[in-house]
């Protein structure tokens, strides 16, 4: 079914909203004001989800985007406009948002220097004789050579991961390959659908002593070849991160994102969802911290940076934070959870909690919502967005709350 459509307005993910004959059209790659021809791909009572065809009035705001596979690529939503339009959507977006739970008041935005470049972090999927990214809403590999919004060291990998795959008959072998860089350095994980015996050497070759090898098959990591870990420095600390270790995928806007929470943290702090322990490190250089990590790969991590940088203010708890939170004590709070957001548990036990502080640290702003609604004893003192993923549809959201 074909449809035009006049765009008024725009989702949550970004993209352009459009209402035919009762129902809601959502596009992606358009923009407000434009009138397009689409292709409903996907439809239900009230809603459908449209492939844009053409653009039939164009919008004065197009751009040309960078990227040669935008619109085909799921990973970006606004190649196809400034920098400066995608900003003013995302800060309407997570508005709209707030205001569900009744808040109106200033959201301090923080950009990107770098808006093509910038990501540290890339996830390939394997198969159909083809390495890239998926297409928007399916499970379709996209073919790629590079990507604008990756750092250099990543990109440069990625032609010859092809041609390894391609060359080793490797398509039906690996699921997917994960590449992080950080500073010169750049670690691949290649992730094995079944334990089969694969020679790197090759690749390595042609990679150079900057890159390190690992693979993985059923949750077993196993180094290969070149560097072992990624080194860094965050504000004084010596930081290892292994391929698996999570961190934020823009170091600019990391820290700028570290430096604001450094500014609210007071006296005693309880960090949950610490991950490797990079932040509850960084502000046991002055605080008393209390960490609380669930995964053992991710607390062993952080063990090791306590140790490594003498962090006698760091105390690192493995378990679950609605069974140990309640038996501790702290002046600040912060979480930073996955997408999923909280749990309705640790909710419970947060808004019975006597702290002077509440940090929600957040990369969902629908699951951000939901969970101060739960935590309604808490006022909201200031709001953040830090545009850690610039050119696509997310960001990151920081909420300073207290009783």
Known sequence: MIKDLLIDDYGYDGEGVGRVDGKVYFVPYVIKGENVKVKVVKQNKSFCFGRLLQVNEISPKRQEPVCPYFGRCGGCSYQHMSYEDEIGIKTELFKRQLKKIGYLGEIEVVTSQNVYGYRNKIKLFVGEHKVGLKYRASDEICDIDYCPICEDKINNAIKPIKDFVEGNGLYNAIDNIV?????????????????????????YLILGQDYGIYQTFQREIKYIFGIKSLNTTEFGLDCSFSPTSFHQVNNQVCEKLYKKVLEEVKDEVINCYSGNGVLSGIIALKNRVVGIEIGEAEHNEAQNLRDKNKLKNLVNIKGDCAKILPNLQGDTLIVDPPRVGLDSKVCSVIKSKKIKKFIYISCNSATLVRDLQRISNFKIKKVYLFDMFPRTGEYECLVVLSK
């Open 179 to 203: 590449l992080r860089q950080e500073g010169d350095a750049c670690l691949i994980n290649f992730i094995l659908k079944d334990k089969k015996q694969i020679n790197y050497q090759g690749l």
